[in-house]
């Protein structure tokens, strides 16, 4: 099975930096995804890490560790649109159909 | 880029009867969907995998015969929600794989459940 762990709520200002941490726990590990999901509203795709190291698209940064199961989402510049939840969700290598597991989410609120 | 439509985008019901939600894949085919559930403030719950053409696969605890999965096309995934009761309230997600920018996954827009 999988445990996903991450903080439930973050508050930053406004052009503010802020990091999202999430740690797991996975019989077989084939990727971490980040997604930002606005209330009521479905996920829509931020991030893909399956190697260790940072990548970086704009404002926002992954980062994963393969061997320490931890993974970070980096918000820069942060605006006030930024507000929303951020999951951390892993993709298993034991299932054959890719299915992903998600974190409880971090609740981000960007304040002016 | 690859698409999923979600219709009902809501639906309010009376408990007892029965509601359909589909996915559609626009302009791709979609092997295998995901649904997932949502209470709220709480993340997505995976409730079952459906390959086109064969039985879905049920995650531990989500009754198979309440909640009707059906793959009959690469492009139509559906889930019924049978005799539902006001502990079914809850936003419904489907997800499907693609190979579009690497191993990734298209959610459709969810569906808010309301049991009256």
């Known amino acids: 099975g999988q445990n996903i762990d991450q903080p439930t709520e973050m508050t930053a200002t406004e052009g503010a930096i802020v990091q999202i941490n999430c740690t797991y726990q996975?019989?077989?590990?084939?990727?971490l995804f980040w997604y930002q999901q606005h209330a009521g509203e479905a996920p829509t795709f931020l991030s893909y890490n399956v190697l260790d190291g940072l990548e970086e698209k704009g404002r926002f940064s992954s980062f994963l560790s393969r061997s320490k199961g931890y993974s970070y989402l980096l918000l820069k510049e942060l605006q006030m649109k930024d507000s929303a939840s951020y999951l951390c969700?892993?993709?298993?290598?034991?299932?054959?159909?890719?299915?992903?597991?998600f974190g409880a989410g971090t609740q981000v609120v960007v304040t002016p | 880029g690859a698409v999923v439509s979600q219709h009902p985008s809501w639906v309010i019901c009376k408990s007892g009867t029965s509601v359909k939600i589909e996915c559609r894949s626009l302009d791709f085919q979609a092997t295998t969907m995901f649904w997932y559930r949502q209470f709220p403030k709480q993340s997505l719950m995976l409730m079952a995998t459906?390959?086109?053409?064969?039985?879905?696969?049920?995650e531990q605890g989500v009754e198979k015969d309440k909640f009707l999965i059906n793959h009959a096309s690469l492009t139509l995934s559906t889930l019924t929600v049978t005799s539902a009761h006001p502990e079914d309230s809850s936003f419904y997600i489907c997800?499907?794989?693609?190979?579009?920018?690497?191993?990734?996954?298209?959610f459709g827009s969810g569906t808010r459940l309301t049991v009256v």
């Open positions: 996975t019989s077989g590990f084939n990727g």
């Open positions: 997800s499907a794989a693609t190979r579009e920018g690497g191993y990734g996954y298209t």
């Open positions: 969700a892993v993709r298993s290598s034991t299932d054959s159909w890719g299915k992903l597991q």
């Open positions: 459906s390959n086109e053409g064969s039985k879905a696969t049920y």
